[in-house]
DNA sequence: TCCCCGATTAACT
DNA sequence: GTTAATCGGGGAG
């Protein structure tokens, strides 16, 4: 029997809740009923007052479930192709979420390997934009409720221990590259290969 | 309205 | 290692 996370599970900071995403489960429900099911190993924050986070300069209609109730989903379109996923956090009216960027796929690759192009397992879902591609995740999702829907939605799975997550900058930003948020288990389902962890300031 | 560029990926050299 | 693909968001004018 598996269980969903809980809205509380989500009501913390980005920064507290992205490592407390390591090692749970990513499931969602296609629209002909199969699942698909990958084991989350990568995430990043993005917080109110993160000059990389794309709700930095306020309310605009596209950031709209950012500022909305914790456990939704934000889901953006960029680069003109691809999109990518979120888990937004915090209280109603503060703007902060966590980018899904990698999982370990684990049920229903059949079907990922058709919406990927690739019978690789190792590229179904590693990378932001590539996971959402596997998981058929695009805006017609964007603040789909993660606790109660029926499309898409995170059960409990062995988690992590403390030991086994890494942290350092986050990829594929200009700004706020100083700040440790990117989260993630070492192994091959990670997206990028960084030199080092860096360890948690202060 | 115009214009630049992005929380990326794949296919190159 | 480099770069094209491709288009919506949002700041500037």
């Known amino acids: 029997m598996t269980t969903r996370l809980p809205r509380r599970s989500f009501a913390r900071s980005a920064t507290e809740v992205a490592p407390e995403l390591l090692g749970h489960i990513l499931a969602r429900r296609l629209p002909d009923g199969v699942v698909l099911r990958a084991r989350i190993v990568e995430t990043e924050a993005y917080d109110q007052n993160d000059p990389a986070s794309h709700a930095y300069r306020g309310r605009t209609p596209r950031v709209r479930v950012m500022f ?17 996923m979120n888990v937004v956090t915090g209280p109603v009216g503060t703007a902060s979420a966590v980018l899904l960027r990698a999982a370990q796929p684990l049920e229903g ?24 591609q596997a998981f058929d995740v695009d805006r017609s999702l964007d603040g789909a409720d993660l606790v109660r829907g029926s499309e898409i939605w995170i ?14 900058p986050r990829v594929g930003i200009r700004v706020g590259t100083d700040l440790p948020w990117r989260f993630w288990i070492d192994g091959p389902w990670v997206s990028v290969s960084r030199p080092a962890a860096v360890l948690s300031p202060r």
């Open 68 to 84: 909305g109730p914790p456990g939704h989903l934000y889901v953006y379109f960029t680069y003109g192709m691809h999109h990518c």
């Open 155 to 168: 059960e409990r799975g062995p988690g992590a221990s403390a030991a086994s997550i890494r942290r350092g």
């Open 109 to 132: 690759m059949e079907r990922m390997s058709i919406r990927r192009r690739t019978d690789r397992v190792r590229d179904l879902c590693r990378g932001p934009a590539r996971l959402a």
